[in-house]
């Protein structure tokens, strides 16, 4: 590389745009967690009694276990005490009826963020169900669903509407138990969405929601419950953005597909949590558990994800092929900057015949953030003709960066087909000074680099949030190279 | 030799093969020609014997006997000879070794003992000498690192060893060079005789011009659409397919 | 010690054997070895590198030190060296004898480099490995009974061969040995470490060898597992690289009842190469557990692991291999691969090629496949007339063998090709193939 390419510095010195804290009073619950808290979050919401039971069970659990430690993840100790476990804006009366009744103030937020809310916004089309803190206040386009008899609404409401589902569906691909996050956002768990999409439907459109933290010191624990009946598909795409704050944010959610006989769903995330400074002080810690089941016969779950915030990422959207001919996607973009790290992944779990899954991972580290992938293909005997492809590649920028890949390959089953190939290098320099030569800048050359190597991923997310992503990456690694 | 009736079948699910109807008789050299993608590869596997192709449909008797009810190995031993589009690079596996496995596994099958070493390196030496290849791919893998010619002159080679009675070359003209297609049609020509009998799938008249054809056959869309003499592959070459197409819609 | 510890036999045997040893001149270097064993215990498959090999029925058996023994059988590796040297449950037989008239070489017993030097010899006997996973050589440290300690000052004339057997009569006996060779700048040798024996007794082999490369010396080992089926080696191999060293690795294991063969690299000074082949074949009820890391430490560094795993039986067979680039290094090139062929719906294949990149001038890549035979490799051969049976002989054979074509010692290879045959079904037409 030239000497004369910008400082490496100087360009990775990029604010954060989204942070401002918004003054609304909140009905908080003081810092601390034990028996209490968790009933009073039951009681708050004025759940039936088997969830009650169900929380206070995982809450149980939950004692028993201990955090996770992965080498390659570090942080101080996190204080379950210290965090508030509820929080929900103050507005007039009980939750908004329409969108007239929302919080002025909160809308001005949304506004902010670039949150299309009004159906005259941006993104006409999309049904937007925001999640302000841990309590939705706004659902639109509830109307043309409900004519397709889609059901999509606050996990809140849908306990109180369709208590049936909830019980039938509820932690049944992530139990409560299955991780020290998952248990402990089952007992504490505030809100999330919930769809159903029945037999033979086609979700009339994308559905949406957007996430943001608040609040100060609060844990945001949403629970998404997503079901395809057979024959449905449905395209959901989540968005998160957090406010600037120096202490470090917890939020463990819990998202859940269940996907029957033919039904497809498409899962897609773009992740912008605040990912921390320069120096890496604050940021979210972004502890998520996220999985899919393909409960019938050639059901489909694509997850798509691209992870560009949080100080800490760690997620692995995974998918259990249990049904004959089922399939199970994971496409991901991973950027690590500054003092962030993304330890993600997926696992395919393969159990039906003839089931597919393909992985295709693309990690970017820059500055001192590490970046990791960690992985679980596993092939069960009963899963005969079962095949995997999995790609996984890293791009390194600065010296300082780390990038991982620890992928598992378990096969237990002599008919079934699994490949794995991980690359990881430095961001071409050829390339890099072929796009200088043609009088291209460095940062627009790294620009298309990049893009070029994230294609495979891009390519997988609707639309309209391509284009965002893209932005959103460039944005990222602003300067990232010199 | 070779009749096949109302032959169906699926790959992968898919219906590729929609009823064919061939017969081809002891002597007769036919080719067939089509679009990409119209099945003809597919007819070519199914009948050496391609396990995860389906067939749903129809029969196919070689020599009288039911072809579809024995395994591809079987079928080759009994003179069935398939040169592939895309012959199969195995490292590893000697080609000398594999030539002399397949010719002994006939020999045995015809109640013939098996070759020793020195009559078969005289036999194989003087084939390829024939074929214009050099005698150093005796020692590689089958196929292993070849050129596209260099394959589809090592399946004639192939060919020329085991004397099949009836040959599928499947596009082994595609690929070749001038020179090479000479030699490739020397080696099939060398084949020809009254009681054997060869089917070229081809998308140029250009091999037809050594290799001349008794029958010459259109297929499309997993049947042969039509069939004729060898001014049809004349025909082929100035007008191309479409003209048969909408003609068969009319 | 807790509660749980004291319910492990093993553990405690060896703590016995250890305490029951006379102390020798390296006693402190063993019990500081000793005490940290004790420390961590025996692996379970909490530990992520034993995740896949659970030590949970040998951890509750006691075990006692395999006594003494005269060689009881020869190695079929015998016709690469003229003058193998023999080590007979840990002790060489007959002493150590120096090959005939190959000055470059220089041997002697451990026992024999103890009493000399203890103090160069103690310093040496640290592992470059994870602690996790080099738990067996840290035992093998404390309690190493004997072994050699090779020097290779400039080119050896021909390969020097190791037989490791093991031979006792009891089914609770425990053979602890090591081998260390030091290559001298510029030097070159080839070493054939042969693990055999086992004589129907499910006795315990925890070897270890450390490889030590001067600046451009150059190193072709081969470790070779050919126990019977009673027999389980923890096998610790360590390989220390100076600059512009070249180490070829070859692990072939065609025996045992279990077999953990660990490699431990660093690439310590520029232009060090190291390319490592694992042939790993199970059957039975054979487990195989290869865990190789390889850390490059310095810049123009480059590795190579490649591996062919094949699981036939109820057998399970696990690779596992780490490339870790430190930072500050420049210019480090790594490359994994690892092919699988499971044969049976019994059996089982774990892979784990893992990287850890700590600078940004690298190159890395790995890929890892597992499954079946390839469909239209054996269609090809069956319509040539070839019938199934033979034909997957032939593939698996041929899949196999692949591996062992970077071999530069032909007798080594012949004879590994022969061994490996007897493993297979159809032995008879591959042994009319070659
Ligand atoms: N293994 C396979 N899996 C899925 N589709 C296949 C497979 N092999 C062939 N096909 C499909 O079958 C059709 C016929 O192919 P082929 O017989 O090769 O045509 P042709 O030889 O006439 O060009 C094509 O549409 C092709 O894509
Ligand atoms: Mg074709």
Redesign the interface.
Known sequence: MSSKAPELETLLSRKYQHGFVTDIESDSLPPGLDETTVTFISRKKREPQFLLDWRLKAYRHWLTLREPSWA?VQHPPIDYQAISYFSAPRTPGDAPKSIDEVDPKLLATYEKLGIPLHERARLAGVAVDAVFDSVSVATTFKDKLAKAGVIFCSFSDAVRDHPELIERYLGTVVPPGDNFFAALNSAVFSDGSFVYVPAGVRCPMELSTYFRINAAKTGQFERTLIVAAEGASVSYLEGCTAPMRDENQLHAAVVELIALDDAKIKYSTVQNWYPGDEHGVGGIYNFVTKRGECRGRNAKISWTQVETGSAITWKYPSCVLKGDGSVGEFYSVAVANNYQQADTGTKMIHIGRNTKSTIVSKGISAGHAVNTYRGLVKVL?TATGARNFTQCD?L???????????????????????????????IGEDQLFYCLQRGVSAEDAVNMIVSGFCKAVFKELPMEFAVEAQNLLSVSLEGAVG | MLKISQLRANVAGRNILKGVDLEVRAGEVHAIMGPNGSGKSTLAQVLAGREDYEITGGSVTFDGADLLAMPAEERARAGLFLGFQYPVEIPGVNNAYLLKAALNAKRKKAGLAEVDAYEFLGLIKAKMKFMGMDESFLSRGVNEGFSGGEKKRNEILQMLVLEPKLALLDETDSGLDIDALKVVAKGVNSLRGADRSIVLVTHYQRLLGYVEPDRVHVFADGRILKSGDKTLALELEARGYDWLREGRVA | MSAARDQDAALRSFEAAWRARPEDRIAAARADAMQRFLALGLPTTRDESWRYTSLRALAGRPFVDAEPAPPARSSWLAGVCAAPVTIVNGRPSSGAPQPAGDPALTIESLRAAIDRDPASLAARLGSIGAAESERWALLNRALFVDGLQVRVAGRAAAPLLIVHSAESARDDAAVHSRVIVDVAAGAEATIVEHHLGGSGHATLVNHATQLHLAPGASVEHYRVFSSDERTTHFDALEVLQGAGSRCRQFTVALGGAMVRANLSGRLDAPGAEHDSYALLVGRGARQLDCVNAIVHAASRTTSRQTARALAAGSSRVVFNSRVLVEAGTAGASSNQSCRGLLLSPTAEIDTRPQLEILADDVKCAHGATTGRLDPNMLFYLLSRGIDRASAQTLLIYAFLDDLLTGMSLPGARRAIEDALIGELPGADLLRSYR
């Open positions: 390659t005997p890293s390194l920028m600065g010296s300082r960066c780390a990038a991982h890949t620890f992928p598992y390959v378990e096969v237990r089953n002599p008919d079934a087909t699994v490949e794995h190939e991980a690359s990881t290098s430095k």
